[in-house]
């Protein structure tokens, strides 16, 4: 009798995905995304090998098991410390390994890794092959179309053809250009315009390659859009100021109809959480609260609700007063806005 073949998921991982984004997707941030979408996938921050190698391991790589699925993103350019990074993150169970070939910083420049990789392709297809050598999860890089005033197709072309031959299957395309001079880490997420041709034209010219796009995609209708060229849609900064958005995109773009639980329900599992993080490692509230800030964007009474889960006054209260005062501030600022 032959064996059935399991059955396939209908979706590849990367058909949504959550952009890692430092000081904002940590774990906490994770757990709260996670609440609102089942199926999208999430990025830590990016975790420096050097990190790795001379930190804390626990305090860059622990996440939460509800996180999954979850993928670690690194930044490095050295193949050995790529691998041993890449290794450790399989060890605690991430999902995925993602270079960052995009990052324009100049502490990222320093270290000669991010953006400035992209003229270096020979450099991060050896990256690649080494995390793949040590690693059974995939291997993804995040890149961006081009850097400076490159602006030839050419460019990002052979950058991706030179990678791919090392074996890495995922790019993920923030489609600007990254300005390595004159340009702050946040301008260069505005100024330099956006390309998604460029994209749509990589999935083109590699169809046996995943390729997602990334950068300034702010509505459903923007991400189906998009799908109709390319394999994924990455979100940044619209997941994190109006995060609501996510608890649309199981039924949208996966087929879930799963019940989607009330902003209160989030909310309210997310005060028992901060009150379980406190008791694991002693994380104040306040470090958590910041990331659902944007839980009633739009919404009436919204601003007084985050007034108060923004207050430093109200730090040394434990998070269920918290989460009272900021009930009847939402309250009240419903009842004034009618």
């Not at 990190?51 to 690194?74: D, I, K």
């Not at 993804?140 to 950058?159: A, L, M, N, P, Q």
């Not at 269920?320 to 009930?327: F, K, L, N």
Request: glycine share 8%; charged share 25%.
């Amino acid at each position: 009798m032959s064996e059935v073949s399991p059955p396939q998921p209908r979706f590849n991982p990367w058909r949504l995905s959550v952009a890692p984004m430092m000081d904002w997707t940590d774990r906490h941030c994770r757990f709260f995304h996670r609440l609102l979408t089942r199926h999208t996938l999430l990025y830590t921050e990016m975790v420096t090998t050097g990190a790795l190698r001379h930190g804390s391991v626990q305090r860059h790589l622990r996440f939460n098991a509800e996180e999954h699925p979850v993928a670690l993103q690194l930044g490095g350019s050295d193949a050995a410390d790529l691998a041993y990074a890449a290794k450790l993150g399989q060890e605690w169970g991430y999902d995925e390994i993602n270079l960052n070939c995009g990052c324009p910083s100049d502490r990222v420049q320093r270290g000669a890794f991010g953006a400035c990789l992209m003229n270096e392709p020979r450099t991060v297809a050896d990256g690649v092959k080494a995390m793949l050598d040590v690693v059974d999860v995939p291997v993804t890089v995040k890149h961006r179309i081009g850097i400076d005033k490159i602006e030839s197709y050419d460019f990002v072309r052979d950058f991706v053809g030179t990678v791919s031959e090392a074996g890495c299957k995922v790019f993920i395309v923030h489609a600007r250009n990254a300005w390595l001079d004159g340009l702050s880490p946040k301008e260069n997420r505005e100024i330099p315009p956006l390309r998604y041709e460029l994209a749509y034209q990589l999935k083109k010219d590699f169809p046996g390659l995943l390729i997602a796009v990334n950068g300034g995609i702010k509505t459903n209708t923007e991400i189906a859009a998009h799908l109709q060229h390319a394999d994924g849609v990455m979100i940044g900064r619209e997941a994190y100021y109006n995060p609501w958005l996510l608890s649309t995109w199981d039924a949208e773009f996966y087929g879930d109809t799963h019940e989607v639980p009330s902003r209160e329900a989030v909310e309210e599992t997310m005060v028992a959480y901060m009150e379980r993080a406190f008791a694991e490692d002693g994380c104040p509230w306040y470090a958590i609260a910041r990331h659902m800030l944007g839980l009633y964007h739009g919404q009436r009474g919204g601003r007084y609700w985050r007034q108060v889960w923004s207050n430093h006054k109200l730090k040394p209260l434990p998070p269920r007063e918290v989460w009272q005062q900021a009930r009847e501030a939402l309250a009240r600022g419903a009842a004034v806005s009618d």
